[in-house]
């Protein structure tokens, strides 16, 4: 360490003109000194030997330093590495700023409770808690007894935290005839968080509270189907227990052409397509816009329907078919009355279980049953 201070101190030349120049050179002198004395700095701690020799220092001066100046290298563009141009066309590089921290969403393990708003639909509900629609029917069954058209403003409904079925604990169930019901094996319901149940516990005999509510992921059950039967013009009166548009016996009538057409003026739906728990579609509109005869037969139902469909009318083709016409405003049609494609039997309504103006359309065939109206027919 020390030969290399005394390496890089200057000698008495240079130190005895500094001295006789320190006014007229006092800042870089200054430096000079200063930088002397940091070791470590090696590099930096060089004189400025171009600012002394233009400032009139000695030639003796000046050759003791060049003795320890180091060489300098200069490189040129051509011993620089190539510049890779940025794939896309751009050699900008640009930095994102976000700024949000985005949290890792933890699944809910609870039951929620929700209340039906005016102008929901069981698709909204399901779709704004991401849960299939039949899982809000299986989850509250006491309230919409498996019928999309019982929902109501003001009801409060289960919301499941998965798609599954619900379940309320009766006294002397047991786990094993329970999950065989849905479907699922007795581990599958312990397993859920949410049903804080032990994992030894006894699938015979569970010791379950009566009364508490079980989630059952992946389960599924039965629908409960509400909907008309097959009323045909030979037997009308099978139709009474649907309510007072029961027709007695009819007369023989037209038969359908066996296409049919578009029951009603508005072309969309209003947010019910068909599925097993709601067989048939329901078609938009406004009150009192116009019902036609998709094709041409007998009127075997005319009036009000007990199960939710409200003011309903059903035609008979005589062909093996027969559709339905439900919610209606007004019927505009009798019992046994003969109805051609295309007539005004009568107008959209909002009667019954409905939210809202809307027809209720379904078709069904004595082979087929009931079928999805779109496979047949088309705005």
Known sequence: MRNEIQRLTPGPVLMDWLRRHARAFAPLAAVVLLTLGL???????????????????????MAE??????????????ELPAFLQPSGGSAVISRRAILRTILPQRPRMELLKYLVQEGDTLFGI???????????????????????????????????????????????DALNAVADF????????????????????DTANPQIRPGAGLVIPGGRREFVTWSAPRITRANPAVARVAGPGACGAVSDGPTGEGSFIWPTTATYLSGTPFTSYHPGIDIAGSTGNAIYASASGVVVYAGWNNYGYGLMVVI??????????????????????????????????????????????????DIFGKVNPFDFVSP
């Open 39 to 61: 070791v470590a700095a090696r590099r930096f701690a060089r004189p400025d030997l171009d600012g002394i020799a233009a400032a009139g220092a000695p030639a003796e001066a």
């Open 65 to 78: 330093l060049n003795e320890h100046r180091e060489p300098v290298m200069f490189v040129g563009l051509p």
């Open 126 to 172: 399901a779709e704004q808690f991401g849960l299939k629609p039949e899982t809000v029917l299986w989850g509250n069954f006491d309230v919409l007894q498996d019928d999309p058209h019982s929902l109501r403003p003001g009801q409060e409904l289960n919301i499941l935290p998965v798609d599954g079925t619900y379940y309320e604990w009766n006294a002397g």
């Open 182 to 201: 849905f479907g699922v094996t007795p581990q599958d319901i312990v397993d859920w968080p949410g049903n804080r149940l032990a994992q030894d516990i």
């Open 316 to 365: 008979d083709h005589g062909d093996g078919w027969q559709t339905l016409y439900a919610h209606m405003n007004d019927v505009d049609v009798t019992c046994g009355q003969a109805v051609f494609q295309g007539n005004v039997i009568g107008g959209v309504g909002s009667t019954g279980n409905s939210t809202g103006p809307h027809l209720h359309f379904e078709m069904q065939h």
